[in-house]
């Protein structure tokens, strides 16, 4: 962008009133007292509006005069983007500049206005992507299951909270057409995070349900989508994922895991939380990745939780881990709780850890407890 120059006013040939600011510095921030206005003479910088980012400046831009004309706080911050040179002008200098030099208000309009054209564009554009992401959130919402198994003798429950408007994880419930006693259960959570995660969770899952339709077995259905995926030279798409097949009347769980978090079941008999094994290879990511079946069963008052390491790997203040023992150690406070108050609770314990933290990746739980 052409840049308008302040040039030919004995304030900007005066070298004496320039301040210098290295990269990282801060100018000023929101809420901010605003005395004065600045001239950018080289450099660049950043100006924020909530922690986005929504214009640059550069030399011949000026940046603050809102703020000091119309004496208010600031309502924006800016961050030396490189090292800059700036020239303060306050109040008074302002009023001696348009009074002596009428030209310098005009250049002060066409600045303002070139900056505002581009911020202007800018909203437009981040008004339009996050109609787009709302549209996206609420189409992958639509593939998660809307509700939970009905099944006598069993509660289920789940929570799904992307760290985006769109996120990677997603879980299942796929019943078998051919075998009405027999529940599959599914959790996954694909590489990265935003639209392209969400866009490859939306292939997982469909991956998962055709060939679920094909196989019964868990480990051959890993292994299949392995296959499918690897097939397509051109899909970055890897994935961890836990499969599981509930036989709900005698509570058999046959599952294989593809990388993901071993799953944990709370045993009623003695109230401790067992690791259940689970080991192979991110699904995507090997031609010779092998996938193992275990089996164990669910008694009555068991609880099984299967989860995404956005539980396990969320992070308070201190940058500290909330971490797989922390979970085992709230999932064995559970006792004789229902699904539902199973998942509140962990949930609540990880919203507590991490507290003001903002989320840095996508958080899924599924329980499966038996009645007693």
């Known amino acids: 962008m052409k840049k308008t120059s302040m040039q030919g006013f004995g304030l900007f040939k005066d070298t004496s009133n320039r301040q210098h600011f290295a990269a990282g510095d801060v100018i000023f921030q929101a809420g901010d007292f605003s005395d004065s206005m600045y001239v950018v003479v080289e450099g660049e910088l950043s100006f924020s509006l909530q922690g986005n980012e929504v214009d640059r400046m550069s030399a011949g831009d000026l940046f603050g005069e809102m703020g000091m004309v119309e004496n208010r706080p600031r309502n924006g911050t800016v961050t030396a983007m490189t090292d800059c040179t700036l020239i303060p002008i306050d109040r008074i200098h302002f009023a001696v500049l348009i009074r002596q030099h009428p030209g310098f208000a005009t250049r002060v309009m066409s600045v303002i206005s070139a900056r505002l054209h581009r911020r202007t564009e800018g909203e437009v554009k981040r008004r339009a992507l996050e109609r787009e992401l709302a549209i996206g959130r609420k189409m992958q919402l639509s593939l998660l299951p809307q509700s939970t198994p009905q099944i006598p003798g069993w509660q289920f429950a789940t929570h799904y909270q992307s760290a985006w408007q769109v996120g990677g994880d997603f879980y299942d419930f796929i019943y078998l057409e051919d075998d009405p006693t027999k529940l599959c259960l599914v959790i996954a959570d694909v590489t990265g995070k935003g639209v392209p995660a969400a866009l490859y969770m939306a292939v997982a899952r469909t991956l998962i349900r055709a060939e679920t339709s094909k196989e019964h077995s868990p480990a051959r259905v890993l292994q299949r989508v392995n296959e499918l995926i690897l097939n397509d030279n051109c899909s970055p798409l890897f994935f961890s994922a836990l499969y599981a097949v509930l036989d709900v009347e005698t509570g058999l769980l046959r599952y294989a895991s593809a990388g993901h978090d071993p799953p944990l079941c709370l045993r ?56 797989e023992e922390r979970l085992k150690i709230v999932f064995a406070t559970a ?38």
Do not use: H, M
Request: net charge negative; with cysteine; hydrophobic share 40%.
């Open 335 to 372: 006792g004789e709780c229902s699904a539902e108050e199973i998942v509140r609770g962990l949930v609540t314990a990880v919203d507590e850890f991490t507290g003001s933290v903002d989320q840095a990746d996508d958080l899924t739980l599924l329980v499966a407890k038996r009645n007693s």
């Open 268 to 323: 009623r008999a003695n109230g401790e939380v067992e690791v259940l094994p689970a080991k192979g290879s991110l699904l995507g990511a090997f031609w010779d990745a092998a996938y193992s079946e275990q089996e164990t069963v669910l008694a009555s008052g068991d609880a099984l939780l299967l989860y995404t390491d956005g539980i396990s790997e969320a992070r308070d203040a201190q940058r500290g881990f909330f971490g």
